[in-house]
Protein backbone atom coordinates (compact mmCIF):
# COMPACT_ATOMS: atom_id res chain seq x y z
CA UNK A 1 0.00 0.00 0.00
CA UNK A 2 1.07 3.48 -0.65
CA UNK A 3 1.50 5.90 2.20
CA UNK A 4 -1.36 7.37 1.81
CA UNK A 5 -3.29 4.69 1.92
CA UNK A 6 -1.41 3.84 5.07
CA UNK A 7 -2.44 6.56 6.30
CA UNK A 8 -6.41 6.04 5.70
CA UNK A 9 -6.17 2.36 7.05
CA UNK A 10 -4.40 3.33 10.38
CA UNK A 11 -6.10 6.80 11.43
CA UNK A 12 -8.18 6.27 14.61
CA UNK A 13 -6.82 3.02 15.53
CA UNK A 14 -4.83 1.85 18.58
CA UNK A 15 -2.55 -1.16 19.09
CA UNK A 16 -3.78 -3.14 21.94
CA UNK A 17 -3.18 -6.80 22.58
CA UNK A 18 -1.24 -7.30 19.47
CA UNK A 19 -4.82 -6.08 17.25
CA UNK A 20 -4.90 -2.51 15.83
CA UNK A 21 -9.01 -1.70 16.43
CA UNK A 22 -10.62 1.76 15.73
CA UNK A 23 -10.32 3.99 19.00
CA UNK A 24 -13.43 5.16 20.64
CA UNK A 25 -11.27 8.62 21.47
CA UNK A 26 -12.17 11.92 19.67
CA UNK A 27 -9.84 12.33 16.61
CA UNK A 28 -6.70 14.54 16.12
CA UNK A 29 -6.31 15.86 12.83
CA UNK A 30 -2.82 14.75 11.25
CA UNK A 31 -1.06 17.36 8.48
CA UNK A 32 1.58 16.83 5.97
CA UNK A 33 3.98 19.91 7.54
CA UNK A 34 5.00 20.88 3.51
CA UNK A 35 1.61 20.91 2.12
CA UNK A 36 -0.63 21.87 4.99
CA UNK A 37 -2.99 19.36 3.58
CA UNK A 38 -4.95 16.80 5.78
CA UNK A 39 -3.31 13.19 6.03
CA UNK A 40 -5.47 11.43 8.09
CA UNK A 41 -6.20 11.51 12.11
CA UNK A 42 -5.51 10.11 15.27
CA UNK A 43 -7.07 8.88 18.64
CA UNK A 44 -7.22 10.34 21.79
CA UNK A 45 -7.36 7.21 23.37
CA UNK A 46 -10.17 6.87 25.97
CA UNK A 47 -9.07 5.88 29.62
CA UNK A 48 -10.40 2.12 29.01
CA UNK A 49 -8.35 1.55 26.13
CA UNK A 50 -5.28 3.34 28.14
CA UNK A 51 -6.06 0.77 30.95
CA UNK A 52 -6.65 -2.27 28.51
CA UNK A 53 -3.35 -1.52 27.03
CA UNK A 54 -1.71 -1.27 30.52
CA UNK A 55 -3.38 -4.88 31.79
CA UNK A 56 -2.70 -6.52 28.34
CA UNK A 57 1.05 -5.95 29.18
CA UNK A 58 1.26 -7.87 32.48
CA UNK A 59 0.33 -11.63 31.36
CA UNK A 60 2.62 -10.92 27.76
CA UNK A 61 5.67 -9.92 29.51
CA UNK A 62 5.58 -13.21 31.45
CA UNK A 63 5.71 -15.10 28.58
CA UNK A 64 8.26 -13.58 27.14
CA UNK A 65 10.53 -13.10 30.39
CA UNK A 66 9.65 -17.19 30.34
CA UNK A 67 11.81 -17.37 26.91
CA UNK A 68 15.49 -18.38 26.70
CA UNK A 69 17.84 -15.24 26.13
CA UNK A 70 18.65 -16.89 22.64
CA UNK A 71 14.80 -16.82 21.73
CA UNK A 72 14.54 -13.30 22.83
CA UNK A 73 17.26 -12.68 20.97
CA UNK A 74 15.92 -14.45 17.71
CA UNK A 75 12.68 -12.55 17.63
CA UNK A 76 14.18 -9.35 18.13
CA UNK A 77 16.56 -10.02 15.07
CA UNK A 78 13.66 -10.86 13.35
CA UNK A 79 11.77 -7.15 14.10
CA UNK A 80 14.59 -5.74 12.74
CA UNK A 81 14.54 -8.04 9.63
CA UNK A 82 10.81 -6.41 8.92
CA UNK A 83 11.73 -3.31 9.55
CA UNK A 84 14.39 -3.65 7.51
CA UNK A 85 11.69 -4.81 4.62
CA UNK A 86 9.44 -2.25 5.28
CA UNK A 87 11.82 0.82 4.97
CA UNK A 88 10.46 2.26 2.10
CA UNK A 89 6.93 2.55 2.88
CA UNK A 90 7.75 3.90 6.73
CA UNK A 91 10.46 5.76 5.21
CA UNK A 92 7.84 7.97 3.60
CA UNK A 93 5.26 7.97 5.75
CA UNK A 94 7.19 9.87 8.24
CA UNK A 95 8.17 12.32 5.52
CA UNK A 96 4.71 13.30 4.99
CA UNK A 97 3.68 13.07 8.77
CA UNK A 98 6.58 15.04 10.39
CA UNK A 99 8.19 16.81 7.26
CA UNK A 100 11.93 15.52 7.66
CA UNK A 101 13.95 14.69 4.29
CA UNK A 102 12.89 11.38 3.07
CA UNK A 103 16.72 10.53 3.07
CA UNK A 104 16.86 11.60 6.36
CA UNK A 105 13.45 9.80 7.31
CA UNK A 106 15.39 6.53 5.49
CA UNK A 107 18.49 6.85 7.75
CA UNK A 108 16.49 7.41 10.95
CA UNK A 109 14.39 3.16 9.79
CA UNK A 110 18.03 2.20 9.35
CA UNK A 111 19.42 3.58 12.83
CA UNK A 112 16.33 2.00 14.17
CA UNK A 113 17.77 -1.47 12.57
CA UNK A 114 21.13 -1.39 13.93
CA UNK A 115 19.85 -0.49 17.71
CA UNK A 116 17.25 -3.42 17.46
CA UNK A 117 20.05 -5.94 16.35
CA UNK A 118 22.53 -4.17 19.14
CA UNK A 119 19.70 -5.18 22.03
CA UNK A 120 19.03 -8.42 20.60
CA UNK A 121 22.63 -9.22 21.39
CA UNK A 122 23.46 -7.38 24.17
CA UNK A 123 20.59 -8.40 25.74
CA UNK A 124 21.78 -11.99 26.40
CA UNK A 125 25.32 -11.01 26.91
CA UNK A 126 25.51 -10.54 30.46
CA UNK A 127 22.56 -11.48 32.65
CA UNK A 128 24.49 -11.07 36.25
CA UNK A 129 27.82 -11.94 37.60
CA UNK A 130 29.43 -13.71 40.57
CA UNK A 131 31.42 -11.83 43.50
CA UNK A 132 33.82 -13.16 45.64
CA UNK A 133 32.31 -14.48 48.89
CA UNK A 134 32.40 -12.60 51.99
CA UNK A 135 31.87 -16.23 53.60
CA UNK A 136 33.85 -19.43 52.71
CA UNK A 137 32.44 -22.03 51.10
CA UNK A 138 29.27 -19.48 50.40
CA UNK A 139 27.78 -18.63 46.54
CA UNK A 140 27.38 -14.76 46.10
CA UNK A 141 25.81 -13.45 42.91
CA UNK A 142 23.45 -11.19 41.11
CA UNK A 143 21.16 -11.57 38.82
CA UNK A 144 19.50 -8.97 36.24
CA UNK A 145 15.52 -9.09 36.49
CA UNK A 146 13.42 -6.93 34.43
CA UNK A 147 11.36 -4.03 35.91
CA UNK A 148 7.47 -5.61 34.41
CA UNK A 149 5.87 -3.16 32.16
CA UNK A 150 7.82 0.32 30.63
CA UNK A 151 6.01 3.11 29.59
CA UNK A 152 7.89 4.76 26.51
CA UNK A 153 6.31 8.49 25.70
CA UNK A 154 7.91 9.66 22.68
CA UNK A 155 8.47 13.31 20.69
CA UNK A 156 7.79 13.93 17.32
CA UNK A 157 11.30 14.93 16.24
CA UNK A 158 13.17 11.02 16.23
CA UNK A 159 9.89 8.56 16.68
CA UNK A 160 11.41 5.79 15.24
CA UNK A 161 14.75 5.49 16.21
CA UNK A 162 14.11 6.66 20.03
CA UNK A 163 11.92 4.17 20.07
CA UNK A 164 13.70 1.56 19.66
CA UNK A 165 16.52 3.09 21.98
CA UNK A 166 14.77 2.26 24.65
CA UNK A 167 11.74 -0.43 23.34
CA UNK A 168 14.69 -2.30 21.78
CA UNK A 169 16.39 -2.20 24.91
CA UNK A 170 13.64 -2.78 27.60
CA UNK A 171 12.66 -5.89 25.45
CA UNK A 172 15.96 -7.82 25.43
CA UNK A 173 15.72 -6.88 29.25
CA UNK A 174 12.50 -8.73 29.83
CA UNK A 175 10.16 -6.09 29.72
CA UNK A 176 6.82 -5.31 28.37
CA UNK A 177 6.32 -1.65 26.38
CA UNK A 178 3.46 0.48 26.00
CA UNK A 179 4.43 3.63 23.48
CA UNK A 180 3.17 6.98 23.32
CA UNK A 181 3.69 8.30 20.12
CA UNK A 182 3.65 12.45 19.50
CA UNK A 183 0.17 13.54 18.01
CA UNK A 184 2.59 14.38 15.25
CA UNK A 185 3.60 11.11 14.42
CA UNK A 186 1.39 8.43 15.49
CA UNK A 187 0.70 6.78 12.00
CA UNK A 188 4.08 6.28 11.24
CA UNK A 189 4.86 4.42 14.55
CA UNK A 190 1.57 2.45 14.04
CA UNK A 191 2.65 1.22 11.04
CA UNK A 192 6.35 1.08 12.42
CA UNK A 193 5.21 -1.20 14.66
CA UNK A 194 3.37 -3.58 12.61
CA UNK A 195 7.44 -5.11 12.71
CA UNK A 196 7.08 -6.34 16.24
CA UNK A 197 3.68 -8.40 15.26
CA UNK A 198 6.23 -11.29 16.01
CA UNK A 199 6.30 -11.25 19.47
CA UNK A 200 4.05 -12.02 21.55
CA UNK A 201 0.54 -10.40 21.37
CA UNK A 202 0.66 -7.54 23.96
CA UNK A 203 4.18 -7.46 24.79
CA UNK A 204 4.17 -3.90 22.27
CA UNK A 205 1.22 -1.90 22.95
CA UNK A 206 0.41 1.32 21.36
CA UNK A 207 -2.40 4.22 22.73
CA UNK A 208 -2.11 7.35 20.61
CA UNK A 209 -3.30 10.76 21.71
CA UNK A 210 -2.62 14.11 23.77
CA UNK A 211 -1.14 15.18 27.05
CA UNK A 212 -3.96 13.31 29.29
CA UNK A 213 -2.77 9.99 27.87
CA UNK A 214 0.77 10.05 29.15
CA UNK A 215 -0.31 11.52 32.15
CA UNK A 216 -2.59 8.28 32.45
CA UNK A 217 0.21 5.74 31.09
CA UNK A 218 2.73 7.68 33.57
CA UNK A 219 0.49 7.88 36.63
CA UNK A 220 -0.76 4.45 36.54
CA UNK A 221 -0.30 2.03 39.48
CA UNK A 222 0.18 -0.67 36.16
CA UNK A 223 2.96 1.31 35.12
CA UNK A 224 6.63 -0.02 36.44
CA UNK A 225 8.92 2.35 34.83
CA UNK A 226 8.38 5.51 32.52
CA UNK A 227 11.21 6.69 29.85
CA UNK A 228 10.59 10.48 28.51
CA UNK A 229 11.51 12.30 26.12
CA UNK A 230 10.59 16.07 25.39
CA UNK A 231 10.15 19.22 27.15
CA UNK A 232 11.77 19.92 30.56
CA UNK A 233 8.66 20.94 31.92
CA UNK A 234 6.44 17.84 30.94
CA UNK A 235 10.06 16.03 31.98
CA UNK A 236 9.81 17.65 35.75
CA UNK A 237 5.82 16.61 35.74
CA UNK A 238 7.07 13.25 34.91
CA UNK A 239 9.59 12.36 36.98
CA UNK A 240 7.28 13.84 40.51
CA UNK A 241 5.02 11.54 39.50
CA UNK A 242 7.04 8.61 39.44
CA UNK A 243 8.75 10.30 42.33
CA UNK A 244 5.59 9.67 44.36
CA UNK A 245 5.98 5.98 44.17
CA UNK A 246 9.61 5.77 44.04
CA UNK A 247 9.34 4.60 40.38
CA UNK A 248 12.74 4.13 37.54
CA UNK A 249 12.62 6.68 34.95
CA UNK A 250 14.38 7.90 32.26
CA UNK A 251 14.05 11.68 30.80
CA UNK A 252 15.87 13.21 28.52
CA UNK A 253 14.55 16.75 28.11
CA UNK A 254 16.57 19.91 26.13
CA UNK A 255 19.91 20.63 24.72
CA UNK A 256 21.10 23.93 24.31
CA UNK A 257 24.67 22.68 22.76
CA UNK A 258 27.45 24.33 21.88
CA UNK A 259 29.80 24.17 18.85
CA UNK A 260 33.41 26.24 19.52
CA UNK A 261 35.67 27.09 16.86
CA UNK A 262 39.30 27.27 17.32
CA UNK A 263 41.79 28.98 15.02
CA UNK A 264 44.06 25.49 14.35
CA UNK A 265 40.36 24.17 13.11
CA UNK A 266 39.96 23.37 8.97
CA UNK A 267 37.51 26.06 8.51
CA UNK A 268 36.16 25.21 5.43
CA UNK A 269 35.29 21.47 7.13
CA UNK A 270 33.89 23.34 10.51
CA UNK A 271 31.74 25.18 8.25
CA UNK A 272 30.30 22.63 6.98
CA UNK A 273 30.10 21.01 10.04
CA UNK A 274 28.25 23.38 11.38
CA UNK A 275 25.66 23.45 8.87
CA UNK A 276 25.10 20.13 9.30
CA UNK A 277 24.98 20.65 13.16
CA UNK A 278 22.42 23.26 13.11
CA UNK A 279 20.22 22.91 10.13
CA UNK A 280 19.60 18.34 10.03
CA UNK A 281 15.59 17.66 10.88
CA UNK A 282 15.29 21.66 10.31
CA UNK A 283 17.45 21.89 13.61
CA UNK A 284 14.61 19.87 15.39
CA UNK A 285 17.35 17.88 16.79
CA UNK A 286 17.93 17.78 20.93
CA UNK A 287 21.61 17.70 19.90
CA UNK A 288 21.53 20.58 17.57
CA UNK A 289 24.77 22.65 17.44
CA UNK A 290 22.57 26.56 19.06
CA UNK A 291 25.59 28.62 20.39
CA UNK A 292 28.47 28.80 17.92
CA UNK A 293 31.25 30.60 20.16
CA UNK A 294 33.90 31.56 17.46
CA UNK A 295 37.52 32.84 18.22
CA UNK A 296 38.15 36.26 17.21
CA UNK A 297 41.23 35.40 15.13
CA UNK A 298 38.84 32.86 12.43
CA UNK A 299 35.12 34.48 13.19
CA UNK A 300 34.58 36.67 10.10
CA UNK A 301 36.05 34.43 7.45
CA UNK A 302 34.17 31.38 9.58
CA UNK A 303 30.83 33.59 9.05
CA UNK A 304 31.84 33.61 5.64
CA UNK A 305 32.12 29.99 4.92
CA UNK A 306 29.17 29.31 6.69
CA UNK A 307 27.16 32.06 4.97
CA UNK A 308 28.49 29.94 1.62
CA UNK A 309 26.88 26.37 3.07
CA UNK A 310 23.52 27.72 4.04
CA UNK A 311 23.15 29.62 0.53
CA UNK A 312 23.54 26.15 -0.92
CA UNK A 313 20.97 24.47 1.07
CA UNK A 314 17.95 22.92 -0.98
CA UNK A 315 14.51 24.06 0.92
CA UNK A 316 11.33 22.35 0.21
CA UNK A 317 9.33 18.80 0.19
CA UNK A 318 11.17 16.22 2.12
CA UNK A 319 9.92 13.96 -0.81
CA UNK A 320 12.26 15.55 -3.20
CA UNK A 321 15.73 16.68 -3.75
CA UNK A 322 16.27 18.82 -1.14
CA UNK A 323 18.39 19.13 2.36
CA UNK A 324 15.67 20.84 4.60
CA UNK A 325 12.23 20.17 5.07
CA UNK A 326 9.67 22.23 6.62
CA UNK A 327 8.96 22.51 10.65
CA UNK A 328 6.58 20.18 12.25
CA UNK A 329 3.69 22.32 12.68
CA UNK A 330 2.71 26.09 12.93
CA UNK A 331 3.13 26.43 16.49
CA UNK A 332 6.83 25.33 16.50
CA UNK A 333 7.33 27.89 13.17
CA UNK A 334 5.55 30.50 14.91
CA UNK A 335 7.83 29.62 18.29
CA UNK A 336 10.93 29.36 16.42
CA UNK A 337 10.26 33.00 14.35
CA UNK A 338 9.94 34.91 17.96
CA UNK A 339 13.21 34.14 18.96
CA UNK A 340 14.78 34.89 15.71
CA UNK A 341 12.65 38.07 16.01
CA UNK A 342 14.20 38.61 19.55
CA UNK A 343 17.30 38.47 18.46
CA UNK A 344 17.53 41.05 15.96
CA UNK A 345 15.28 43.15 18.64
CA UNK A 346 18.96 43.08 21.05
CA UNK A 347 21.25 43.38 18.35
CA UNK A 348 21.71 40.60 16.29
CA UNK A 349 22.54 40.79 12.72
CA UNK A 350 21.19 38.21 10.03
CA UNK A 351 23.25 37.39 7.38
CA UNK A 352 21.87 34.11 6.05
CA UNK A 353 18.27 33.75 5.83
CA UNK A 354 15.89 34.68 8.69
CA UNK A 355 12.69 34.37 7.01
CA UNK A 356 10.15 32.34 5.01
CA UNK A 357 11.71 30.95 1.14
CA UNK A 358 10.00 32.71 -1.57
CA UNK A 359 7.12 30.00 -3.37
CA UNK A 360 6.67 27.86 -0.47
CA UNK A 361 3.06 29.54 0.66
CA UNK A 362 1.45 26.46 2.03
CA UNK A 363 3.22 24.40 4.86
CA UNK A 364 5.10 25.38 7.40
CA UNK A 365 9.28 26.20 6.00
CA UNK A 366 11.67 28.35 7.24
CA UNK A 367 14.88 29.56 5.92
CA UNK A 368 18.06 28.39 7.25
CA UNK A 369 19.44 31.32 9.62
CA UNK A 370 22.75 32.91 10.76
CA UNK A 371 23.00 35.42 13.12
CA UNK A 372 26.13 37.65 13.61
CA UNK A 373 26.90 40.14 16.39
CA UNK A 374 25.61 37.88 19.25
CA UNK A 375 26.44 38.74 22.59
CA UNK A 376 26.67 35.81 25.20
CA UNK A 377 23.91 37.25 27.60
CA UNK A 378 21.55 37.81 24.53
CA UNK A 379 18.03 35.10 24.96
CA UNK A 380 18.59 33.54 22.10
CA UNK A 381 21.93 31.80 23.71
CA UNK A 382 19.91 30.99 26.77
CA UNK A 383 17.04 28.29 25.56
CA UNK A 384 16.66 25.57 23.21
CA UNK A 385 15.72 27.06 19.62
CA UNK A 386 14.61 23.45 18.55
CA UNK A 387 14.95 25.31 14.71
CA UNK A 388 17.31 26.12 12.03
CA UNK A 389 19.52 28.79 13.34
CA UNK A 390 22.99 29.30 13.74
CA UNK A 391 23.95 32.13 16.13
CA UNK A 392 27.59 33.29 15.88
CA UNK A 393 29.14 34.69 19.74
CA UNK A 394 32.69 35.64 19.37
CA UNK A 395 35.44 34.93 22.16
CA UNK A 396 38.73 35.74 22.78
CA UNK A 397 40.30 32.52 23.87
CA UNK A 398 39.70 28.88 24.53
CA UNK A 399 38.92 29.45 28.33
CA UNK A 400 36.41 31.79 27.71
CA UNK A 401 35.22 29.45 24.74
CA UNK A 402 34.84 26.85 27.56
CA UNK A 403 33.39 28.87 30.05
CA UNK A 404 30.65 30.17 28.25
CA UNK A 405 29.62 26.61 26.79
CA UNK A 406 29.40 25.58 30.92
CA UNK A 407 27.38 28.97 31.15
CA UNK A 408 24.05 26.52 30.31
CA UNK A 409 21.39 25.01 32.72
CA UNK A 410 21.51 22.38 30.05
CA UNK A 411 24.38 19.74 29.36
CA UNK A 412 23.29 17.05 26.63
CA UNK A 413 26.17 17.37 24.13
CA UNK A 414 28.84 19.88 23.24
CA UNK A 415 31.27 20.07 20.07
CA UNK A 416 34.49 21.89 19.53
CA UNK A 417 36.97 22.07 16.12
CA UNK A 418 40.36 22.35 16.66
CA UNK A 419 43.35 20.63 15.42
CA UNK A 420 45.31 21.51 19.05
CA UNK A 421 45.60 18.13 20.47
CA UNK A 422 45.81 19.97 24.15
CA UNK A 423 42.33 21.86 23.31
CA UNK A 424 40.58 18.75 22.18
CA UNK A 425 42.29 16.78 25.66
CA UNK A 426 40.98 19.68 27.83
CA UNK A 427 37.72 20.25 26.07
CA UNK A 428 36.91 16.39 26.94
CA UNK A 429 37.96 16.89 30.18
CA UNK A 430 36.02 20.31 30.85
CA UNK A 431 33.11 20.48 29.25
CA UNK A 432 29.83 20.06 31.21
CA UNK A 433 27.56 17.31 29.05
CA UNK A 434 26.71 13.72 28.44
CA UNK A 435 28.63 13.54 25.21
CA UNK A 436 31.43 15.67 23.33
CA UNK A 437 31.82 15.46 20.15
CA UNK A 438 35.92 16.79 18.81
CA UNK A 439 35.78 17.39 15.17
CA UNK A 440 32.97 15.04 14.54
CA UNK A 441 29.52 16.58 14.95
CA UNK A 442 26.40 14.53 16.47
CA UNK A 443 27.50 10.89 16.22
CA UNK A 444 25.80 8.40 17.79
CA UNK A 445 26.64 4.91 18.56
CA UNK A 446 24.59 2.29 20.01
CA UNK A 447 27.32 0.48 21.97
CA UNK A 448 27.88 4.26 23.65
CA UNK A 449 25.65 6.20 25.72
CA UNK A 450 23.30 8.76 24.79
CA UNK A 451 22.21 11.59 27.87
CA UNK A 452 23.06 14.49 29.48
CA UNK A 453 23.47 16.51 32.49
CA UNK A 454 21.56 19.27 34.52
CA UNK A 455 18.38 19.89 32.64
CA UNK A 456 18.48 17.76 30.07
CA UNK A 457 17.56 14.68 31.72
CA UNK A 458 18.27 11.77 34.19
CA UNK A 459 19.85 8.52 32.63
CA UNK A 460 21.22 7.21 29.68
CA UNK A 461 20.03 5.48 26.32
CA UNK A 462 22.42 3.30 24.28
CA UNK A 463 24.95 1.33 25.94
CA UNK A 464 24.96 -1.21 28.21
CA UNK A 465 24.10 1.94 30.47
CA UNK A 466 21.15 1.68 28.08
CA UNK A 467 19.90 -2.32 29.10
CA UNK A 468 20.34 -1.85 32.74
CA UNK A 469 18.39 0.67 32.92
CA UNK A 470 15.59 -1.25 32.48
CA UNK A 471 16.38 -3.98 34.68
CA UNK A 472 16.37 -4.35 39.00
CA UNK A 473 19.79 -5.86 40.11
CA UNK A 474 19.12 -8.48 42.75
CA UNK A 475 21.82 -9.77 44.80
CA UNK A 476 21.90 -13.33 45.87
CA UNK A 477 24.00 -14.96 49.11
CA UNK A 478 24.04 -18.89 49.71
CA UNK A 479 25.40 -20.97 51.84
CA UNK A 480 25.22 -24.43 50.45
CA UNK A 481 25.42 -26.55 54.00
CA UNK A 482 23.46 -24.17 55.84
CA UNK A 483 26.21 -23.68 58.33
CA UNK A 484 26.17 -21.57 62.08
CA UNK A 485 27.42 -18.85 61.48
CA UNK A 486 29.24 -18.40 65.10
CA UNK A 487 30.97 -15.57 64.13
CA UNK A 488 28.70 -13.11 64.64
CA UNK A 489 25.32 -14.93 65.72
CA UNK A 490 23.65 -14.55 69.32
CA UNK A 491 25.13 -15.66 71.66
CA UNK A 492 28.13 -13.08 71.63
CA UNK A 493 31.14 -14.40 72.86
CA UNK A 494 32.06 -12.85 76.33
CA UNK A 495 35.09 -11.79 75.29
CA UNK A 496 32.98 -9.66 72.27
CA UNK A 497 29.91 -8.47 74.57
CA UNK A 498 31.84 -5.88 76.43
CA UNK A 499 34.73 -3.61 76.89
CA UNK A 500 37.71 -4.66 78.02
CA UNK A 501 39.58 -3.05 80.87
CA UNK A 502 41.97 -0.40 79.91
CA UNK A 503 45.86 -1.47 80.41
Known sequence: MSALE?????????????????SDGAPIDVTDPATGLRVG????????????????????????????????????????RR????????????????GKTFKE??????????????????????AGRIVGPATAGQLHYTVKEPLGTVVIVLPFNYPLVLLCWEAAAALAAGNAVVVKPSEHTSLTTLRFLEAFSVLPAGLVQCVTGGAEVGRRLCGSTLTDMVAFTGSVPTGQSVAAQCAASFRPHLIEASGNDPFIVMPSAPLPVAARAAAFAAFLNCGQVCTSAERFYVHEDVYDEFATLLVEQVRALRIGNGLEKVDVGPMVSEKERTRYESIIARAVEQGARI???????????????????????IKPDFEILQQELF??????????????????????????????????????????????????????????????????????????QLGAEGLDIFRHTKFVMIDPTASEQDFWWFPYSDDEAAPRPAG
Not at 50 to 76: F, K, M, P
Not at 107 to 115: G, H, Q, Y
Request: net charge negative.
Open 6 to 22: EFARLSGTVLVDGVQRV
Open 387 to 460: GPAAPLCRVGSFDEAIELANASEFGLGANVYTTDLGEAMAAAERLQAGMVWVNAPLLDNDAGPFGGRKKSGTGR
Open 41 to 80: HVADATADEIDAALVGTRAAQGAWWSLSALARAEALHEVA
Open 83 to 98: VRDDLPVVAEMLTREM
Open 351 to 373: VAGGGRPTGYDEGFFVEPTVLVD
Open 105 to 126: AADEVRWSITALDYYAEIGRHE
